[in-house]
């Protein structure tokens, strides 16, 4: 497998692959005919040590992602102490009993997809004042095993989230299957997102963050091409 043969980067050289990476944004998105300041790039960090985030923060980017609250709460309140700019995106499945450590923790909230996970983030969020950015999952190749509302019941959960909970949905965000192409996925979520007056679209990762920049993607989710393939 391509990921197997892939060489782990040692901490120091993220910084290179970071800025590598940064370039090849702006070229995607040049080609594209976008602004690179439309894209914001998500370094996602899950399972990766301080020393390999820490050069990607001295090197001035913000915005991070984890997948799990608990791994995200032993490494970020140190973490953000450090560098009090950074954002903390959640993109992994949550479940309603962390919808308390979630809030308190991230910026952005790129994963919920029921409405019993939307309304213990919104207690939540009136509770502490807090206010992360709200993004819904759809499932897009509606996958068994895979978080995300499938995409016929994505327009009703939208509506409850905003009329029932007020919520502040900025977006969508959607993960493809392994073994399809990417685009058609992209280009569903860009049009269920464009019938709600959605603007952000979170998709694309390290194989697919090209084709997802092309078809309108504003958050980008680029783990191994900064930080190395990841191991186990
Ligand atoms: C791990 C992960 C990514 C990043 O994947 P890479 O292939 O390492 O870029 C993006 N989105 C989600 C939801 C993830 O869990």
């Known amino acids: 497998m391509a990921q197997q043969s892939m060489q782990s980067d040692s901490a120091p050289r993220v910084a290179e692959s970071y800025s590598r990476l ?4 702006a070229e995607a998105a040049e080609a594209a005919g976008r602004e690179a300041a439309e894209i914001t790039l998500v370094a996602v960090s899950k399972t990766r040590p301080a020393e390999y985030i820490l050069p990607v923060l001295s090197a001035g980017h913000i915005d991070f992602g984890e997948n799990r609250v608990q791994e995200a709460q032993q490494k970020w309140p140190d973490l953000k102490a450090r560098f009090p700019a950074a954002r903390l995106h959640l993109i992994g499945p949550l479940q309603s009993n962390k919808a308390r450590d979630a809030v308190a923790l991230a910026d952005a909230i790129h994963s919920l997809d029921r409405e019993k996970l939307i309304r213990a983030v919104s207690e939540e969020m009136a509770r502490s004042g807090r206010a992360p950015e709200c993004f819904i999952q759809v499932n897009t190749g509606e996958e068994a095993q895979k978080s995300g509302v499938p995409p016929g019941q994505a327009d009703a959960l939208i509506e409850v989230c905003r009329e029932k909970y007020a919520l502040p949905l900025v977006g969508l965000m959607c993960l493809p299957p392994l073994d399809e192409e990417p685009a058609p996925h992209f280009a569903l979520l860009r049009k269920i997102a464009e019938r709600h007056g959605l603007t952000k679209l979170s998709m694309g990762m390290t194989a697919d963050y090209r084709t997802a920049i092309a078809l309108g993607a504003t958050h980008i989710r680029v ?10």
């Open 22 to 25: 940064v370039d090849a944004i």
């Open 223 to 232: 783990g191994s091409a900064i930080f190395g393939a990841r191991q186990g």
